[in-house]
């Protein structure tokens, strides 16, 4: 009961109240199946710093990673954000670990289609892992902030 307590008494002081939730596909020229889905959720944490975990998956296996995101700049509707993450890795039946850094380019597209928090969201990892080489990894997406 007192944890139930507490949560609410951080929720009400407006800590993590941002939300952002995305989907979408991502292109690896080196993976045996290249396209994959992904679905990611992150809550801000601090003023520039989100909590994110991310899974993706394609035909030959998956990962469910999480991590940080850090905003370095924001200008107009344009949001760039450095990540980082680590989890774990699914490849032919074989689990391993797997760990990842890039960047975000979050574009707002609120103005544009009437949906608040809306984003067009594009991002560059180096993705490497103890059952797959290092490898590049191109994805694209939408997302909603609420």
Do not use: C
């Not at 979408?24 to 944490?45: H, I, L």
Request: hydrophobic letters at 50%.
């Amino acid at each position: 009961m007192k944890l139930l307590v507490m949560l609410f008494a951080f929720a009400g002081l407006g800590l993590a109240q941002d939300y952002w939730m995305a989907t979408g596909a991502g292109f690896n020229q080196y993976a045996d199946k290249q396209v994959s889905g992904w679905v990611s959720f992150g809550v801000k944490m601090a003023d520039k710093t989100y909590s994110y975990t991310t899974v993706e998956t394609t035909a030959a296996g998956s990962s469910t990673r999480t991590g940080v995101a850090q905003l370095m700049i924001q200008w107009a509707g344009l949001k760039v954000m450095a990540l980082g993450d680590a989890g774990s890795v699914t490849k032919d039946g074989a689990l391993g670990a797997a760990y990842s850094g890039g960047g975000v380019i979050a574009y707002d597209l609120s103005k544009v289609f009437k949906i608040s928090g809306l984003h067009a969201v594009f991002t560059v990892r180096a993705l490497n892992g103890s059952v797959i080489g290092l490898q590049p990894v191109f994805a694209f997406g939408f997302g909603k902030a609420f």
